[in-house]
């Protein structure tokens, strides 16, 4: 259920062979359950692209290359994916939020942690915690640009090295509509009753540290077992 002529892919960013690697990864995961989905990465120009549909090179003035390339996606409608994901399902239920809302996140599950409440220029409430900043869902247009460049704006003055408390700022002076994605589309923890029993929905998108690029053997061995 997409609108016609409007074009839909999933996008990474990655600096490095073993970011883009686990990157390629998840892209065959998106492919295995959404066949036909194209997948681009934004990383440096002599990284090896081959699983994905699209290459484009990170500039050298982008200060963080995950929040200023989203503006840059190359499809109408983008899942920004972080590298250590794993897509366990059909992602078009996912899209078609894009009918309604020009941006879709999930929330960070953690948010009551220090960490999570951090504070750059605005006290926001505790009710309304940080948006999980590695699968976002967006339509283009002119909110959405419009934000982007509003966060962007705000990770260079705030100065902090990671980037929620500044998106969930932006967020809260924001008038774009925005809507909170059910947690199995960013699943980030596994409470031990899921592994043996539960009447939880199944995990769409997995999004754990395994999956990002392991110094050891053992991890590499145990992160390639997932699927």
Not at 67 to 88: C, H, Q, W
Not at 140 to 158: G, H, L, M, P
């Amino acid at each position: 259920m997409s609108e016609p002529g409007r074009s839909r892919g999933v996008m990474y960013v990655a600096w490095g062979k073993a970011h883009v690697d686990v990157a390629r990864r998840s892209a065959a995961s998106v492919k295995k359950r959404n066949p036909g989905m194209p997948c681009a990465i934004w990383c440096a120009e002599d990284d090896d692209t081959t699983g994905f549909d699209q290459k484009l090179v990170i500039p050298a003035d982008m200060t963080r290359p995950k929040v200023g390339a989203l503006k840059f996606s190359p499809y109408d409608e983008t899942l920004y994916l972080d590298n250590d994901t794993m897509i366990r399902a059909d992602l078009s239920s996912l899209f078609d939020l894009l009918l309604k809302f020009d941006l879709c996140g999930a929330h960070v599950m953690l948010w009551h942690r220090p960490r999570h409440r951090r504070m750059w220029q605005t006290e926001v409430p505790e009710t309304f915690p940080e948006i999980n900043c590695g699968v976002l869902l967006y339509r283009k247009n002119a909110a959405t640009d419009r934000f982007f460049e509003d966060w962007q704006a705000a990770y260079d003055a705030a100065g902090m090295k990671i980037d929620q408390p500044t998106f969930r700022e932006t967020l809260w002076h924001s008038d774009l509509r925005f809507y909170v994605f059910p947690p199995q589309f960013n699943k980030r923890i596994f409470e031990a009753s899921e592994l043996i029993w539960s009447d939880q929905p199944k995990p769409r998108i997995l999004h754990l540290p395994i999956l990002r690029p392991q110094k050891s053997a053992f991890k590499r061995w145990f992160s390639n077992l997932i699927r």
